[in-house]
């Protein structure tokens, strides 16, 4: 059954990206690709994703290789984007949208990018399962906030990778 998960990396103190929407603080880690949790194991079970305006704009901008995904995706913007094979841009609700992405991932997990309110505005709506953090040794005292909602979690698995904490959590239903 596809499963909707949040898979990011945060600094110890709750933030995606500093406060100048940089990742140098995340991108200098040393990581084991191959190890623990990490994210091409991950990416190999995704069959669709979503992504913010700002979080695919950062990625056209400093990703050499641009836009590399090859799985359907939506990006939640009002902003004008340029066209691209195999992204929907889209202001449809997020519930709507979860249901196109389910049916594009066949047997496969829906991937929440990010940012935090988007992955949040799933939540709202009772869709997000899972939420994968990989934490970096460094506070940031401000940015992009990971998860800004009250989200009830149970840690299911964890794992040290190099310099990063990795957690996988279960959201909880509300009660
Ligand atoms: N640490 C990591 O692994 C990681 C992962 C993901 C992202 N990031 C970074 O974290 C930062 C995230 O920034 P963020 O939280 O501000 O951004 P975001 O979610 O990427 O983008 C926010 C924008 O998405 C659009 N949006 C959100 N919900 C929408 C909806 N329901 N309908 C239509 N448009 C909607 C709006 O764009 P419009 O202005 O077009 O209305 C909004 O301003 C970025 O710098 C990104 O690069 C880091």
Not at 24 to 36: H, K, T, V
Not at 162 to 171: K, N
Request: with cysteine; charged share 20%.
């Amino acid at each position: 059954m596809t499963r909707t998960v949040y898979y990011t990396a945060s600094s110890l103190d709750g933030f995606i990206a500093d406060p100048d929407n940089s990742l140098a603080w995340l991108l200098s880690r040393d990581i084991d690709e191959d190890g623990p949790m990490a994210y091409p194991g991950f990416r190999a079970g995704i069959g669709a994703a979503a992504l913010g305006a700002t979080t695919y704009q950062w990625i056209l901008d400093n990703d050499p290789d641009g836009w590399e995904y090859t799985m359907p995706s939506w990006v939640f913007t009002h902003r004008e984007f340029a066209a691209h094979d195999g992204i929907t841009f889209t202001t449809d609700d997020v519930r709507a949208v979860h249901a196109a992405m389910v049916e594009a991932a066949g047997d496969r997990d829906v991937w929440l990018i990010g940012g935090g309110d988007l992955v949040g505005q799933f939540a709202d709506a009772g869709l997000l399962d899972e939420v994968w953090v990989q934490y970096a040794p460094v506070t940031l005292g401000g940015g992009a906030p990971l998860l800004p909602r009250h989200v009830e979690l149970r840690l299911e698995e964890h794992a040290r990778n190099r310099e990063f904490l990795c957690a996988r959590y279960a959201v909880l239903p509300r009660t």
